[in-house]
């Protein structure tokens, strides 16, 4: 059974930094392509960043280009996301996720499991 818990949201200033971190349980960590996704107060989930395997491969969504960067630890069985240059509109709650496959990383039905969440708030 593979468990995924994120950790570091908070409320940040705009222009702020924050680091998310993901840690995988249950499974070897480096069968899952990870990602995060995130969700608005009355919005759909959406794509944020993908990573593969190897972490040699990184995908972005365009909002998030140049500001956000996604990484992985084989050793540690951890996903994180470094967020600077915070805007208000990227407040939402923060969905770790995890793929066996090795494609379609911009959708979430290639996600096979998801963590409980954690809460990002940026202020103006």
């Known amino acids: 059974q593979v468990q995924l818990v994120e950790s570091g949201g908070g409320l940040v200033q705009a222009g702020g930094s924050l680091r998310l971190s993901c840690a995988l349980s249950?499974?070897?960590?480096?069968?899952?392509?990870m990602a995060w996704f995130r969700q608005a107060p009355g919005k759909e989930r959406e794509f944020v960043a993908a990573?593969?395997?190897?972490?040699?491969?990184?995908y972005y969504a365009d909002a998030v280009k140049g500001r956000f960067t996604i990484s992985r630890d084989n050793a540690k069985n951890s996903v994180y996301l470094q967020m600077n240059s915070l805007k208000p509109e990227d407040t939402a709650v923060y969905y770790c996720?995890?793929?066996?496959?090795?494609?379609?990383?911009?959708?979430?039905?290639?996600?096979?499991?998801w963590g409980q969440g954690t809460q990002v708030t940026v202020s103006s």
């Open positions: 249950g499974r070897t960590f480096n069968y899952y392509a």
């Open positions: 990573i593969s395997r190897t972490g040699g491969n990184t």
């Open positions: 996720a995890a793929t066996v496959r090795s494609s379609d990383y911009y959708y979430r039905r290639t996600y096979d499991y």
